[in-house]
């Protein structure tokens, strides 16, 4: 269950927490860019191109008694186009828009990363650079409390290993539900809820422990499929000016009564998120998008 480091390649933003520092933030920081675009007449340019910064504090893993700490720089992209799309949550093709529901094929990506700095993980293998593909479907419920707006997203993904030619590592399935509201003030802030589901593929790469990695403080153990946690997250930003923003999130992650609770590598049954930055856009296009 280490933990891979998760760019913003645009909008590729939906891996589960336990597999990055970035792919917890991928998600507000193409929010917070996308705060200011959508205070301009006229909507948001069909594609926007610009730089974020940001310092992060992670627990590595759901289940995990160690935080990772990072400060990244990184670019971003953002295309609206009515097909295909790297917008905020994912990239990937639109296959139907309604005013209600949004289906698309999206894929997301990550960085693999060693179990050096993780202690539970010491000795055992790596896990490779993880890529996701699969249908997601968007639900608006419309308005919510106070002037909020509420939604659900089903993403379902298949989960790749770039490092070991695509092998098959599982599917993930991750239902959340988010309130989002823009305050009088100019602050854009949302909340959601989200359960992270497994399979038993997907649970044994991350959970896991094999004979010939058993230790005497990590016993042998049988991963199954099932809940990996449950998750409550927030989300904010605000915009600086025309080209700045500035954002932060957090976001707490339960393995209390997960499926893979009993494992040696989980170590504590909770933990927590959290991160602040700044989004800077150089170039966007004159052209609007048409939604």
Request: charged fraction near 20%; aromatic fraction near 10%.
């Amino acid at each position: 269950m280490n933990h891979q480091s998760r760019q913003p390649f645009g909008g590729l933003c939906n891996l589960p927490t336990w597999r990055g520092v970035v792919a917890g933030c991928c998600a507000v920081l193409s929010t917070a860019a996308l705060a200011q675009a959508d205070d301009r007449p006229g909507g948001a340019p069909l594609w926007e191109l610009g730089g974020v910064a940001l310092g992060v504090s992670q627990n590595a893993y759901p289940g995990s008694d160690q935080q990772v700490n990072r400060a990244l720089a990184l670019p971003y992209f953002i295309y609206r186009g009515d097909v295909f799309r790297a917008d905020r949550e994912t990239a990937g093709i639109r296959a139907l828009k309604t005013e209600t529901f949004e289906l698309d094929l999206g894929f997301a990506g990550a960085f693999g990363s060693g179990s050096d700095t993780i202690e539970a993980r010491q000795g055992m293998r790596k896990l490779g650079t993880l890529v996701e593909l699969g249908p997601r479907l968007k639900w608006d419920l419309g308005a919510g409390p106070a002037g909020g707006r509420l939604s659900a997203v089903f993403p379902v993904r298949a989960v790749l290993d770039l490092s070991d030619q695509a092998a098959h590592r599982g599917w993930s399935f991750e239902p959340k539900l988010t309130y989002s509201r823009r305050s009088d003030s100019g602050w854009r802030y949302s909340t959601s809820v989200s359960a992270i589901v497994a399979d038993t593929r997907l649970a044994q790469t991350f959970y896991e422990v094999r004979s010939s990695e058993a230790t005497a403080m990590r016993p042998a153990y049988t991963a199954q499929s099932g809940l990996v946690s449950l998750r409550l997250g927030t989300t904010f930003s605000r915009s600086l000016g025309r080209d700045w923003n500035l954002f932060g999130f957090a976001r707490l992650d339960s393995v209390a009564g997960a499926a893979n609770e009993s494992s040696p590598l989980v170590r504590r049954s909770t933990g927590a998120t959290a991160g602040l930055g700044v989004v800077y856009t150089w170039m966007r296009s004159e052209r609007a998008a048409f939604d």
